[in-house]
């Protein structure tokens, strides 16, 4: 299944009335032996992301993550639970209702795309998406982004901004944009990618590759998009791009959303007044990653090899270049909104 924010905010909507329980749950999905559930616990109506597993999968000994906006709890047995147990993933009641909607999402896609393991590797991976959550929420004040950095950020900015633009939808673009929830490429489009790679650098461009399945993806087409930016006083600001992609998302409803993906980006207003070098993005070079690309591959890497991060030059590639419009074409120019 394909999960949204909006999607799920609708079920939480839905629960939101319901009293005189201590859990109010909506079936989500079912991964073999496991249950996903959307959630409110009660008092307070928090949403939740409910997962049920077989009795015993859970072990007393178990330490719950929890902080950043968010909790873990056990949910107590009720009627209909026999022969099962349940973990919930709760909204602390001050925690942001956008960021954790954007944590839910990433949990469930996480453990979905896990397949056919065990109960209890479906419960340990959650352990760890949650944790590495934790991580992050409890690391938010970051120093400003580098220039580099700054670079990158645009270059994702600068594809949302396309992708909002031929999508007619800036909710539909914003549910493409992976990357600051951690996926190996910056954009999922229907069934395909994009990988965005940018630099600031007068001379060379040298992308890292972060991981082997950044470029060797079942999701297709997946495209690399590279974009060299010069410092010109005719070019934005970070701040000023932001700034002005906000204007777009508030206009069309989906501001805090935007918000929060800018933050899991590393993105802080207080952080604006130190991103003051003008970035003038140049061609857009986009290709098309398959047979004969150069990229690890999975298959002809021994089993051994669990991961590796890499230099790709980008300037000696000589595969062919195609637009951004004929990318997010290929890719499909529209996108049926998620549920």
């Known amino acids: 299944m394909t999960w949204s924010e909006e999607g799920l905010a609708r079920t939480w909507r839905a629960l939101k009335d319901v009293e005189g329980e201590e859990w109010a749950l909506s079936p989500l999905h079912r991964n073999s032996a496991v249950i996903f559930h959307a959630g409110r616990s009660f008092p307070g109506s928090r949403e939740a992301i409910v997962v049920d597993f077989p009795v015993g999968t859970i072990r007393p000994t ?3 993550p929890g902080g950043g906006g968010f909790d873990v709890l056990r ?6 639970s026999e022969g099962r147990e349940a973990i919930a993933l709760v909204r602390l009641i001050d925690g942001s209702h956008e960021l954790f909607a954007l944590m839910a999402v990433n949990v469930l896609r996480h453990l979905e795309h896990l397949g056919g393991v065990t109960p209890r590797a479906t419960l340990d991976a959650f352990f760890v998406r949650v944790r590495e959550w934790q991580e992050f929420m409890s690391n938010q004040r970051r120093k400003p982004l580098s220039t580099e950095k700054q670079a990158g950020l645009m270059g994702e900015l600068i594809v949302l901004e396309a992708l909002v ?7 539909v673009a914003l549910d493409t944009w992976q990357g600051p929830l951690k996926a190996a490429q910056d954009f999922h489009v229907n069934s395909g990618a994009i990988e965005v790679k940018s630099t600031a650098k007068a001379q060379g461009f040298v992308a890292l590759i972060n991981s082997i399945d950044q470029l060797d993806s079942e999701r297709w087409p997946l495209y690399l998009c590279a974009i060299r930016f010069s410092e010109d006083e005719a070019g934005e600001t970070l701040t000023q791009f932001v700034n002005r992609l906000r204007e777009v998302m508030e206009g069309a409803g989906v501001r ?10 590393r993105y802080m207003d207080e952080h604006a007044d130190r991103y003051t070098r003008s970035l003038l993005p140049g061609e857009v070079q986009c290709f098309r ?8 591959r999975r298959e002809t890497l021994p089993c051994q090899i669990r991961n590796a991060k890499y230099d790709l030059d980008i300037e000696s590639l000589d595969s062919e270049l195609q637009s951004m419009d004929m990318m997010i074409q290929m890719l499909g120019e529209t996108v049926d909104e998620s549920v």
């Not at 949910?75 to 209909?80: A, R």
């Not at 633009?165 to 909710?171: I, Q, R, V």
């Open 62 to 64: 178990d330490r719950l």
């Open 75 to 80: 949910v107590p047995p009720h009627d209909g």
């Open 165 to 171: 633009e031929h999508m007619g939808s800036a909710l």
């Open 256 to 265: 805090k959303q935007f918000e929060a993906l800018l933050l899991l980006s």
């Open 289 to 296: 990653v398959e047979d004969g690309f150069p990229r690890l």
